[in-house]
Every structure is written in structure tokens, then in C-alpha cells.
């Protein structure tokens, strides 16, 4: 992948990350945090795994 490719993927996986945020967000202003305890999980390992996903594209353009 080309550094642009990087930059392009690290941009979409920050959409994810504040799209799921702000879903997050709004899950602990209801309370289904508490209803939903496996979805509210789930939301919180897709933003884990973007991060991580991010970090190592990151690593991967300043390494190329």
C-alpha cells in the first residue's frame, strides 16, 4: 500500500471510531448499557479493533 492508501484507510477507520463512539454515547444516556450488555460489549471491541487496526496502519506508512 502507498502512504495515500494508509492515510485513506486510517481516515475511514476514524469515521468507524466516531460513528460507534457517539452510539456508545447514546447507549449510557439511555441506560442500555445495562439492557444490552453484549451489544454495548460489541461496540466497545469494533472501536478496540479499529483502533488497533489504525495504529498499525500508522505504522505502516511511516515505515514505508
Known amino acids: ?3 495515500d ?3 485513506r484507510v486510517i481516515d475511514e477507520l476514524q469515521t468507524v471510531i ?3 463512539q457517539r452510539t456508545l454515547d447514546r447507549f449510557d444516556a439511555a ?3 445495562e ?3 453484549e451489544d454495548y ?3 466497545l471491541n469494533i472501536v478496540d479493533e479499529a483502533v488497533t487496526q489504525q495504529r498499525e496502519h500508522t505504522w505502516a506508512m511511516l515505515g514505508a
Do not use: R
Open 18 to 20: 466516531e460513528d460507534t
Open 41 to 43: 460489549e460489541k461496540l
Open 31 to 33: 441506560g442500555m448499557q
Open 5 to 7: 492508501d494508509h492515510q
Open 35 to 37: 439492557a444490552m450488555p
Open 1 to 3: 500500500m502507498t502512504p
